[in-house]
């Protein structure tokens, strides 16, 4: 009995495996061998980029390399046009002098690292309850019935793919979404927020993107300052005074 569960639960994940997509981009912790991601291919660090390794090495005392494991999957997962096949984590692993599984930890816990093709404009959406209150699943569905496709699924042409993001910090400017940049490998990468959209707003963003145009970040409400109210700030319109309990020049 148990081998025959053990065998659906195989034939499950294989089919898994074969869709389209994923629904989310870390929703699977382990990984099967296909031809354009497994260990077996050759990756490593541009000459430009192991510049940027040892500058990165550089923050950390050389016996705690592995401390440096996030921004070089960062860095390699720019390289790799925004996403991280396993050579690269096992090439990661090599530098840092740790077992591949530590490295696989990581990329497989952090959802900002892709484990699946994503497009070369990876625009992320925020989930998160403000966002979602201001119409963050209207920005989602607008965005995906304009590229024609599904969550983490990649346009056919390879420039775009949707995917969600929890919170970015942005709240007062919800809802918002993200767009990773990987067009330009990364010498050009990019991470820019783009706040106060609406579902035209983001269908506009997407066809100047697909122009190669740069769509101005921040917020796209012409009536705010940054994270600022409409119209301006009514309050707090003058330096704050120092606070009365300490002598801030004795610090």
């Not at 699977?28 to 090495?57: C, G, M, R, S």
């Not at 959802?111 to 309850?129: D, E, I, P």
């Not at 993001?165 to 918002?176: F, K, L, R, T, W």
Request: hydrophobic share 35%; net charge neutral; with cysteine.
């Amino acid at each position: 009995m148990l081998a025959r569960l053990a065998a659906n639960r195989f034939n499950e994940i294989r089919h898994i495996f074969r869709q389209p997509s994923r629904a989310f981009s870390t929703a699977l912790n382990y990984h099967l061998d296909t031809p354009d991601n497994n260990p077996n291919l050759p990756w490593e660090f541009t000459n430009a980029n192991q510049t940027k390794v040892k500058e990165i090495l550089s923050h950390y005392p050389s016996n705690y390399k592995q401390s440096a494991v996030i921004p070089l999957l960062d860095l390699a997962q720019q390289q790799h046009g925004g996403w991280l096949p396993v050579s690269a984590m096992n090439a990661v692993a090599k530098i840092i002098e740790v077992p591949p599984i530590r490295v696989y930890e990581v990329a497989t816990f952090y959802s900002m690292f892709n484990r699946a093709k994503v497009g070369k404009y990876h625009l992320l959406v925020c989930g998160t309850t403000p966002c979602m209150i201001r119409g963050s699943r209207g920005i989602e569905e607008a965005l995906l019935k304009h590229l024609g496709v599904k969550r983490n699924e990649v346009t056919p042409d390879g420039l775009f793919s949707v995917g969600e993001m929890e919170c970015m910090g942005c709240c007062v400017n919800a809802p918002m979404i993200t767009v990773a940049d990987y067009s330009n490998g990364s010498e050009g990468y990019t991470y820019n927020y783009y706040e106060d959209v609406t579902p035209e707003k983001v269908v506009e963003i997407v066809e100047k993107l697909s122009k190669g145009e740069k769509p101005p970040h921040g917020t796209q409400n012409p009536r705010r300052i940054k994270g600022g109210p409409e119209g301006g700030n009514t309050t707090l319109l003058s330096e704050p005074k120092p606070p009365p309990c300490r002598d801030l020049d004795s610090c």
